[in-house]
């Protein structure tokens, strides 16, 4: 199995890799290791049949040339001296001169180049790794990772069984050009055995645009008992009083997930705190934005917790937030893993208005549905759980049931009959 990421909270992975190893499979799971992280080792045993191994995230090109500027610096001189005294090796010589101040330029401004480079390394690395492995199947979690499968699977003397696991809409999703991600994907699917879509409206918009129906396993949580797990003490941690409600957004901090919105809520939010759990790209940019809201006192930021520990945290919440815009269709299909783990936590949740998550909501009548781009919208539906305090029970109640109907105990089955129609 191939992952474009480090392996440190894919909770998807992570149960998929689990289910496959508890029912006998041999599973190897290839992930990145970021160059000089001493916090995750290159190989991991999780069980005796589950094991990671890690790539280093970088290029041996510029590695090289960084470890070796000086000697680049040093060939630079040489070669003005040689410019100067052999006058009939000039034109070879400018060239080769010429080509070392580009290869400097590439280490100061060319950071597309750079990335290029790095993730070409990091694919050719991962290719060779996954090669040398005697498999039956290859895995891939998303696109990223698809073409090394594909070379591993079918560019063999004797091909192997190749699964795509499209955990996002790759042709319709923030930072994505779809227009040249779509014949990417079209041609790359010609080589894949079984493609996995994490809800039914993700499949039906694949069958329109490829023609096909891909198979569905669901992104649920998996199945515990939240009255298992000790307290975190949040109000603890961020020193406020025990009889504050927390108000929770769990998970990771990006745009489009309309986590703005919520500092811009508070404003009309009678009370609580609003608390952040985890890391991302915008984080910076909320810290700012929660800084300068009158608000700024309610509102606070936690670091990633891992994945165990979690639930700790989940449990101490009054609320959950789950509310994406509708800035792509990879937004408006998702069925995310914290709604299933606000649901595993016991507590309501606060939820966008988009067709899987809302069809949860409603059906098991654990929480509101809103329009994730209003702030008041949000805010009237947490006032009206504060002020129904028999509004906000019944929809707590209801979530030991809905736990049972949604969770990877029961949904990892439609994963292990995948594989064993894989092997028949």
């Known amino acids: 199995m191939f992952v474009w990421n480090f392996y440190t909270n894919d909770a998807r992975v992570k149960r998929e890799c689990t289910a496959l190893s508890e029912a006998g499979y041999d599973v190897n799971l ?40 000086s000697l680049s610096i040093l060939t630079v001189i040489f070669i003005n001296f040689l410019l100067l005294t052999l006058s009939f090796l000039k034109k070879i010589i400018a060239l080769l001169f010429i080509f070392l101040i580009c290869l400097e330029i590439i280490l100061i401004i060319g950071k597309k180049i750079r990335t290029f480079l790095i993730k070409l390394s990091t694919i050719i690395r991962m290719t060779l790794q996954g090669y040398k492995k005697n498999t039956t199947i290859f895995h891939a979690n998303d696109l990223n990772t698809l073409p090394q499968a594909i070379i591993c699977a079918k560019f063999r003397f004797k091909k192997k069984k190749l699964v795509y696991d499209s955990h996002e809409v790759q042709t319709d999703r923030t930072g994505y050009n779809g227009k040249l991600v779509k014949p990417i994907e079209k041609f790359l699917l010609k080589f894949v055995d079984c493609m996995i879509v994490e809800n039914e409206t993700r499949a039906q918009y694949n069958l329109e645009l490829y023609g096909f129906r891909p198979s569905v396993v669901h992104n649920y949580s998996e199945f515990y008992n939240i009255d298992n797990f000790s307290n975190a003490n949040i109000h603890q941690i961020l020193d406020i009083d025990s009889k504050e409600k927390i108000l929770l957004y769990q998970g990771g901090i ?9 500092i ?55 609320i959950g937030f789950q509310v994406l815009q509708n800035v792509c269709f990879n937004h408006y299909s998702a069925s995310s ?26 059906k098991n009548e654990i929480g509101i549905v809103i329009n994730s781009h209003d702030c008041k919208e949000i805010a009237n ?9 028999i509004l906000y029970q019944t929809f707590k109640n209801n979530t030991i049931h809905t736990r049972k109907l949604y969770n990877w105990e029961k949904e990892k089955i439609n994963l292990l009959n995948l594989y064993s129609n894989l092997l028949n």
């Open 30 to 69: 290839i992930a990145l290791k970021k160059p000089k992280d001493k916090t995750v080792n290159n190989f991991q045993k999780i069980n005796e049949n589950f094991k990671v191994s890690r790539i280093l995230k970088q290029s041996f090109v510029l590695k090289f040339l960084n470890e070796y500027k």
């Open 254 to 262: 990006q745009k489009g997930r309309g986590l703005d919105k919520l």
């Open 264 to 318: 811009e809520a508070m404003e009309f939010i009678k009370e609580g705190h609003l608390v952040f759990i985890g890391d991302g790209k915008e984080k910076n940019f909320l810290k700012k934005k929660a800084k300068n809201s009158k608000e700024k006192k309610r509102i606070h930021f936690i670091d990633k917790i891992s994945l165990d520990k979690l639930p700790s945290y989940t449990k101490e919440a009054f």
């Open 337 to 362: 893993n914290k709604l299933f783990e606000y649901i595993m936590g016991g507590i309501p949740v606060i939820a966008c208005d988009f067709p899987e998550i809302s069809k949860v909501v409603r």
């Open 381 to 389: 539906a947490v006032n009206k759980l504060i002020d129904n305090n």
